[in-house]
């Protein structure tokens, strides 16, 4: 892991006392947390088995800031000292480690749609998926949660703004999408959001292949309108108050 400046030490240590203005070089209690939460998701994306190693990545945007996880480093190494942090030009502001290398694909989901957080994977089922159709079948309601069947956006090199406009096209109307020969990327108002459509969709990508092995038979698939109702319904789902 690349070693931080010295005078950047304090960047992600110091939270200013609650309602108090932070010093120079200390990080605001908001991005702290922020922080810490990022951390957390990266992790489980390998404890879920949803990436190997260093590969995916994770973001979450505090005003117009953009935290993101660091390229190449595992991420059950980063401590509060490796944040990490670009505006929404890409410009970093915080920290001396480099920013993933997929950053082009998490600014532009948060400069076209109202995203707060941004997950990306190379989950197994999801990219074998992408490799075999234009589109994942809507082999299960929760289909309707991403918004409709979710599309495949056309290969382009990682990290490259290709891929990122491939992937806002395969985005238009929804929250998640497939990467050709890649991976997966969703997106949410909050970390949870965005890291349970990335665990549903590949959920479903392993419903789907598991279904269309079967020798002779063919799985059945859910109609525009079943999907249409499906979404109406989710609108009422969950706790209140």
Do not use: F, K
């Not at 670009?86 to 749609?113: C, I, M």
């Amino acid at each position: 892991m690349a070693e931080q400046r010295g005078d950047q030490r304090d960047d992600s240590r110091a939270d200013a006392p609650d309602g108090a203005e932070p010093r120079a070089g200390e990080v605001p209690r908001e991005m702290a947390r922020a922080w810490r939460a990022l951390v957390a998701t990266a992790r489980r994306t390998v404890a879920d088995g949803l990436v190997v190693g260093t590969s995916g990545n994770v973001s979450v945007r505090v005003g117009d800031t953009v935290l993101v996880t660091p390229s190449g480093v595992p991420y059950d190494r980063l401590t509060p000292d490796d944040l990490t942090a670009v505006d929404l030009d890409g410009r970093q502001v915080r920290g001396t480690l480099v920013p993933t290398s997929e950053l082009p694909v998490h600014l532009a989901v948060y400069r076209h749609t109202g995203a707060r957080a941004v997950v990306h994977t190379h989950a197994v089922h999801a990219t074998a998926v992408s490799t075999l159709v234009p589109e994942l079948p809507a082999i299960h309601y929760m289909t309707a949660a991403l918004g409709g069947p979710v599309r495949v956006a056309p290969y382009a090199a990682y990290g490259t703004e290709a891929l990122a406009g491939n992937m806002l096209r395969a985005l238009e109307g929804r929250s998640g999408c497939l990467l050709q020969n890649h991976g997966t990327i969703t997106y949410g108002t909050t970390l949870d959001q965005a890291y349970d459509r990335t665990a549903q969709l590949e959920w479903m990508c392993r419903l789907w292949l598991t279904a269309s092995s079967v020798p002779g038979l063919t799985p059945s698939l859910l109609s525009a309108d079943q999907l249409a109702d499906v979404a109406r319904r989710l609108q009422g789902y969950g706790q209140r108050g």
